[in-house]
């Protein structure tokens, strides 16, 4: 069974970093090309936004919101998928899902990132 796990959320001042990790498990992440979506707050039932993904050979694409801001990797041997979120904006709060497939449908429960002063 596939199963993602999010941590690392929290509140942090705008400029601020946070890193967000991903534990999977039923997988290999190294199997697939693994994706950060996020969800502004409100907007539950809305479609999830593209942010970060890394495929098996570590070629990283991002969203024109977060490039050069957000940084995407990976560790095979941990089985973990990580987001390195600097510069952070208010306008990056939301609820970020890692996932198994660009859209978001086979996501975890999320971690919440509130950028406020």
């Known amino acids: 069974e596939v199963q993602l796990v999010e941590s690392g959320g929290g509140l942090a001042q705008p400029g601020e970093s946070l890193t967000l990790s991903c534990a999977a498990s039923g997988f290999a992440v190294s199997s697939k090309t693994m994706t950060w979506v996020r969800q502004a707050p409100g907007q539950a039932g809305k479609r999830l936004e593209w942010?970060?993904?890394?495929?098996?050979?570590?070629?990283?694409w991002y969203g024109d919101s977060v490039k050069g801001r957000f940084t995407i990797s990976r560790d095979n041997a941990k089985n973990m998928l990580y987001l390195h979120l600097s510069s952070l904006k208010t306008e990056d709060t939301a609820k970020y899902f890692c996932a198994t497939d660009p859209l978001g449908n086979t996501r975890g429960q999320g971690t919440i990132v509130t950028v406020s002063s």
């Open positions: 942010v970060s993904s890394i495929d098996t050979h570590d070629v990283t």
